[in-house]
């Protein structure tokens, strides 16, 4: 059974950064890709920044494109989200989903494994 888990995560101040790392268990499709979601205040979840294993290829939310920084290990299954500059509107739980790729190489919601969710707050 393929299953997400997610780590990291935390409280920074506005202009901090944090490292969500997510590890993946189970048979996993080289040509799966590793996304992290989020689902603000609005309920509208957003794709945040996606992986695909097997040629690298990524994926930035525009909202956080130039901030954070997306690098997977395909043997190791593990996908890194480096989180920088860090804002007030970045406070979310966080989702690491595996799937089949979509358009913009992320897990397609509804087919992918979704992890727990971790918390990241930026306050201060």
């Known amino acids: 059974h393929v299953q997400p888990v997610e780590s990291g995560g935390g409280l920074v101040p506005p202009g901090g950064s944090l490292r969500l790392t997510c590890t993946v268990s189970?048979?996993?499709?080289?040509?799966?890709?590793v996304g992290w979601f989020r689902q603000g205040s609005t309920r509208i979840r957003e794709e945040v920044s996606c992986?695909?294993?097997?040629?690298?290829?990524?994926y930035y939310s525009p909202s956080v494109k130039g901030r954070f920084s997306i690098s997977g290990n395909k043997e190791k299954k593990t996908v890194v989200l480096q989180m920088d500059d860090l804002k007030p509107e970045d406070t979310d739980i966080y989702y690491c989903t595996v799937g089949v790729g979509g358009a913009t190489n992320c897990p397609v919601p509804s087919l992918a494994e979704w992890g727990q969710g971790i918390q990241v707050a930026v306050s201060g």
């Open positions: 992986f695909r294993l097997d040629d690298g290829r990524t």
């Open positions: 189970g048979d996993t499709p080289d040509f799966f890709s």
